[in-house]
C-alpha cells in the first residue's frame, strides 16, 4: 500500500514523503518471496536516478512492516481522470507521455523494464514534474519472460512468454499506449471484460486504436506506433522522444494548470461531500436510521456508479499489479479506521486521521479542514444549514497551511477505495489463481510432454526393433528365394542343354540324311551325265 505523510528526514527540516509499507516482511517463512521482493525493489529503486523516475529516499522496518520512504507526489494521472469526468486535452497527455518517456528511455537505455506502465502508476508533482512510480513489478534485466503486469495494459507478448518466449522494454511501449487510450477515453480498452477475458483478446486480437475522430493525426499515429502487434515492428522510447505527437510545441506550464484545475475541483468536491455527510448525521440523529436509508439511496448513483465492479474508471484503484509482489498495494488497512459508513467519512473529513488506499494517504489536522472550508467558501453554507452533531465540536484553529499537503484526490475517492479493497483483494487472489492454474498447466504440460516424449521414443525403439525383425526376416526369405531361383536356374539350364543336345543330335542326324540323299543324287546325274556323254560320243563316232 502506498501512503503520503509527513515524515522528519532531516533532524532540521521537516519534509513530505511517500510511504509504500509491506506489511509481514520477513515474520513467517511463507513470507520469504515477499521479503525477496521488498529487497528487489529497493535494489532497483537505488540503481535508479532521473527526474522522471520517484526519488527513493530510505526503508524502515518496524513490527515486520517495511516502509519503502520516497518522495511526496500529489496523486496520478489516474486520480485526475477521476476528479474531472472526463478525458485529457491532447496537449496534457503529450506533456504527461513526453515525461513518461523520458523515465522509460532511462530504465530501457540501463536494460531495465517498468512492466506496470499505466495511468495508475505516472505521478504529478507540485511543479508539474511527471515521475514514474511502482517499481515492484520492474525487472533489472531485459530480456525476461516472467507474467507480470496488470491485464489491461499488457502486452500480448507478455501474454504469451507464459507459454515460452521472451520479452524487452517494448511491452512498455505497448503499456503507454494503452495509457494514452486510457487518458483519452478515461479507460484503457476491453475495460469492461473481466481480466481473463481481455488477456485473452490482447493475445489473439487486433491492436486497439483511438475511438474519437476529435484526435489529431499526430496523436493517433503516436499511439497506432506504440500499439503495434509484434514488438519489432515497436518502436523503441529514443525513438518516440522524437515523434511529433511529444515534440510538438505547447505551453510550459500546461501541467500545471492541469493540477492547479484539479486542486480547485478536489476542494469543491470534499466540500460538497463534507456538506452531504454532515446533512445525513444530522437527519440520523434528528429522524432515525430510516432517514439516512432514504438519503442514502438518492446519493447512491453518484457516489458508487461503477464501485463493485473491476472496470472501475481509476486505473490503478480497483486493478492490482498481478507481479509477485502484487500482495504489496494491501500492507496497512488494518492500522485504519473502518470508513463503510457515511458517519466514518465524515470523522475522516473532520478528525485528526490518516486515510489510506491503494495509492495514497492523506493525513489531515481537524484544524487545516476547518481552516480550509473557512477560507475557500466563507458565504457558500446556507444560514439554514443545520450545524454538526455535538460529538463533532471542533478544536482550536491553529491557521496550518493545507497546502503542506497538497494531494489531487478527493476525500470521497479516497473513501470508495477503501471499500473497494476487498474486491482488489478478490481480484488479486484470482489473478494469483490463474497465475497457479497457468503454472499447474504448464507443469502437467510438461509432464504430459515427458510422458508423451518417452512413450514416443519407447515407440520408436519397439518399430525400430520391429524393423530390424522384418529386415532378418526379408534377408532370410530372399536367401531362400536366391537359392531356390538358383536351382531353377540350374534345372533350367540342365534341361536346355538336353534340349540343346537333342535338338543337335537332330539337325546333325537330318543333316546327315540330307547329304546321304544330295550325295545319291549326284551320283546318279554323274551316271546319268556320263552315259548321256558316252552317247553323243558315240554318236558323233557314227558321223565319222
Given amino acids: 500500500m502506498i501512503g503520503f505523510v509527513s515524515c522528519d528526514i532531516h533532524m532540521s527540516q521537516s519534509v513530505n514523503v511517500g510511504l509504500k509499507g509491506y506489511m509481514n516482511a520477513g515474520r513467517h517463512i511463507k513470507y520469504d518471496v515477499k521479503w525477496q521482493d521488498i529487497i528487489k525493489e529497493v535494489k532497483f529503486l537505488q540503481r535508479i536516478q532521473h527526474p522522471n523516475s520517484i526519488e527513493y529516499k530510505g526503508c524502515y522496518l518496524r513490527e515486520h512492516t517495511a516502509w519503502l520512504v520516497m518522495e511526496y507526489c500529489l496523486g496520478s494521472a ?60 520492474a525487472s533489472i534485466v531485459s530480456p525476461a519472460n516472467s507474467f507480470v503486469g496488470t491485464p489491461y495494459w499488457m502486452a500480448p507478448e507478455v501474454i504469451l512468454a507464459m507459454d515460452e518466449g521472451q520479452y524487452d522494454g517494448k511491452i512498455d511501449i505497448w503499456s503507454l499506449g494503452i495509457t494514452c487510450i486510457e487518458l483519452a477515453e478515461r479507460k484503457p480498452p476491453l475495460f469492461n471484460m473481466n481480466a481473463m477475458s481481455a488477456l485473452y483478446h490482447i493475445a489473439q486480437n487486433e491492436s486497439p486504436t483511438l475511438q474519437s475522430s476529435e484526435w489529431t493525426d499526430y496523436f493517433r499515429n503516436f499511439v497506432d506506433s506504440c500499439l503495434q502487434k509484434f514488438p519489432q515492428d515497436r518502436p523503441n522510447s529514443e525513438e518516440l522522444l522524437n515523434h511529433a505527437f511529444v515534440q510538438r510545441e505547447r505551453p510550459d506550464s500546461v501541467l500545471m494548470d492541469l493540477i492547479l484545475r484539479t486542486k480547485v475541483a478536489v476542494r469543491e468536491l470534499d466540500n460538497l461531500q463534507y456538506r452531504k455527510m454532515k446533512k445525513i448525521l444530522f437527519q440520523e440523529a434528528h429522524n432515525g436510521p430510516a432517514a439516512e436509508a432514504q438519503d442514502g439511496d438518492e446519493e447512491e448513483p453518484e457516489n458508487s456508479g461503477r464501485t463493485g465492479t473491476v472496470s472501475s474508471v481509476g486505473s490503478n484503484q480497483s486493478i492490482p499489479s498481478m507481479s509477485i509482489s502484487a500482495s504489496s498495494q494491501s500492507s496497512s488497512v488494518n492500522s485504519l479506521t473502518d470508513a463503510g459508513d457515511d458517519k466514518s467519512e465524515l470523522d475522516m473529513m473532520e478528525g485528526d486521521h490518516t486515510v489510506m488506499s491503494n495509492s495514497s494517504v492523506i493525513h489531515l489536522k481537524p484544524e487545516e479542514e476547518t481552516t480550509y472550508r473557512e477560507e475557500s467558501e466563507p458565504n457558500s453554507r446556507p444560514p439554514t444549514e443545520p450545524q454538526s452533531p455535538p460529538a463533532h465540536t471542533p478544536r482550536p484553529k491553529q491557521h496550518r497551511n493545507r497546502e503542506h499537503f497538497a494531494t489531487i484526490r478527493t476525500a470521497s475517492l479516497v473513501t470508495r477505495q477503501m471499500k473497494e479493497h476487498e474486491q482488489d483483494s478478490e481480484l488479486r487472489e484470482q489473478m494469483s489463481g490463474y497465475k497457479r492454474m497457468r503454472r499447474q498447466h504448464q507443469k502437467h504440460l510438461m509432464a504430459l510432454e515427458n510422458k508423451l516424449k518417452a512413450e514416443m521414443d519407447e515407440h520408436r525403439l519397439r518399430l525400430d526393433k520391429e524393423l530390424e525383425n522384418q529386415r532378418n526376416s526379408f534377408a532370410q526369405e530372399m536367401e531362400k528365394l536366391i537359392k531356390k531361383h538358383q536351382a531353377a536356374m540350374e534345372k533350367d539350364a540342365k534341361t536346355f542343354s538336353n534340349d540343346e543336345k537333342k535338338f543337335q543330335q537332330h539337325i546333325q542326324s537330318q543333316q546327315k540324311k540330307e547329304l546321304n540323299s544330295f550325295l545319291e543324287s549326284q551320283k546318279r546325274e554323274y551316271k546319268l551325265r556320263k552315259e548321256q556323254l558316252k552317247e553323243v560320243e558315240n554318236h558323233m563316232r557314227s558321223y565319222r
Fill in 78 to 137: 489516474s486520480d485526475v481522470l477521476e476528479v474531472h469526468k472526463k478525458p485529457l486535452q491532447e496537449m496534457e497527455i503529450a506533456a504527461i507521455t513526453h515525461g513518461a518517456l523520458q523515465g522509460l528511455a532511462y530504465l530501457h537505455s540501463h536494460n531495465m523494464i517498468h512492466r506496470d506502465i499505466k495511468a495508475g502508476n505516472v505521478l504529478l508533482t507540485e511543479p508539474g514534474q511527471v515521475k514514474l512510480a511502482d517499481f515492484g513489478s
